[in-house]
């Protein structure tokens, strides 16, 4: 026996892409059904980034998912850059006139979950053997197994939310699909430790022995990273270690100010670029990690999807307000255009402030000739602000 549901848009994953969407839609009117493998514990659980870009934070107040945020987020007005020792900041409230805000990407979940829970959302958790099909057709499915029992979902479209290793981007044919991506030499190890942040904006440092990254997720809870290689597991990094070689990294100046304590998260991510073309096959449309990986250098994650589901909500919005189709037509080509822009940055500022084991001499100098650029000209720290900002939709 199967079950079946009927729906206008399926949205395939329940992290903050596929949350805001589902939010945004039903703002509009438009009904919606939300499926994810995991279950919400789990999801909002996970450990994410946390800076937003002023154009995020305006889609969560839009979204009606801000008192929280507003109430504790701490505004950034710019940021540091460190190379061997000599620090830039870089103004960019001054330079751009806008700010980002510290707000941890669990607790926009946390949000999200809530206010769709509150208004009745519809969802289905811990879904196996999901199958997309007829997605060139007027009425795609998504079938899966539920709690032992066979369900189908008809829709007009499909969202897919369901990042990297998702079903979504799997289910477009390999003629279609093109991949670009560049695996980089390296990880992060990233700790979260309830004390103080030793600083109260970002510091990116390019030390000889690596990279390291000072950020926080609120006054009281900081959020610390160091590279690493690739094949390190956790166990080689117990907190002693990781203290004694983050206090390395940064210097002796902000170690100063570094109150060390146990961690209570650890994790190592790789660091990869990557992309996929087109982010629409028929009524499919990929939104989010689905569709792009940046590295975490310049904390673009959450802000490239929320971009991704701003553009996507739109479409949408327009095709069932008054059958205005443009908007969903041009959605893959509107946000590729946009997210390679996004991918320079990330790509940029990893090349940057990491140390590269494969780097010759000369390669070596061109990153510090670059850094001692960014010092020199407010061009060049302009550019780096108004990425780090947000760029616009369009």
């Given at each position: ?257 570094l109150k060390t304590g146990p961690s209570f998260e650890k994790s190592i991510a790789p660091l990869r670029s990557f992309v996929a073309e087109p982010m629409r096959y028929g009524n ?111």
């Open positions: 026996m199967t079950i079946h549901h009927a729906t206008s848009v399926c949205i395939v994953g329940s992290g903050p892409a596929g949350l805001l969407l589902s939010q945004l839609l039903a703002q509009a009117g438009i009904d919606n059904i939300v499926i994810d493998r995991k279950d919400r514990a789990y999801i909002e659980a996970r450990v994410r980034a946390g800076i937003l870009e002023q154009g995020t934070v305006e889609t969560f107040a839009q979204a009606g998912v801000s008192d929280r945020l507003e109430r504790e987020g701490i505004v950034h007005h710019g940021l540091d850059l460190a190379f061997e020792g000599t620090s830039h900041h870089i103004n960019i409230k001054a330079l751009t006139g806008q700010t980002v805000l510290a707000y941890g990407q669990t607790e926009v979940t946390k949000d999200l979950f809530a206010k769709r829970t509150d208004q009745g959302g519809r969802f289905f958790f811990n879904v196996e053997n999901v199958v997309l099909t007829a997605l060139k057709s007027d009425r795609p499915v998504v079938a899966f197994r539920h709690a032992g029992t066979d369900v189908e979902i008809t829709c007009d479209y499909i969202a897919g939310c369901d990042g990297f290793h998702g079903v979504a981007r799997q289910s477009i044919p390999a003629d279609v699909l093109k991949i670009y991506e560049r695996v980089y030499p390296f990880g992060w190890l990233g700790i979260l430790t309830e004390r103080p942040p030793v600083s109260m904006e970002c510091v990116y440092t390019n030390h000889p022995r690596g990279f390291s990254l000072c950020s926080m997720r609120s006054a009281t809870r900081s959020r610390y990273y160091i590279q690493c290689d690739t094949n390190d597991n956790v166990a080689d990094w117990p907190d002693e270690r990781f203290w004694k070689e983050f206090a390395i990294r940064i210097g002796p100046d902000l170690a100063s100010n499919l449309f990929l939104a989010g990690d689905a569709a792009h990986i940046v590295p975490p250098t310049g904390a673009k994650g959450l802000n490239l999807a929320v971009a991704d589901i701003r553009i996507l909500a739109r479409g949408l919005e327009k095709r069932y307000a008054n059958n205005n189709t443009h908007f969903i037509d041009t959605y893959s080509q509107t946000a590729l255009a946009r997210v390679w822009k996004v991918e320079r940055f990330s790509w940029y500022l990893s090349n940057l402030m990491h140390q590269f084991p494969n780097h010759s001499p000369f390669e070596k100098k061109m990153q510090r000739a670059e850094f001692d650029y960014v010092m020199q000209s407010e061009a060049a720290s302009r550019s780096i602000a108004e990425n780090y900002v947000g760029l616009p939709l369009d």
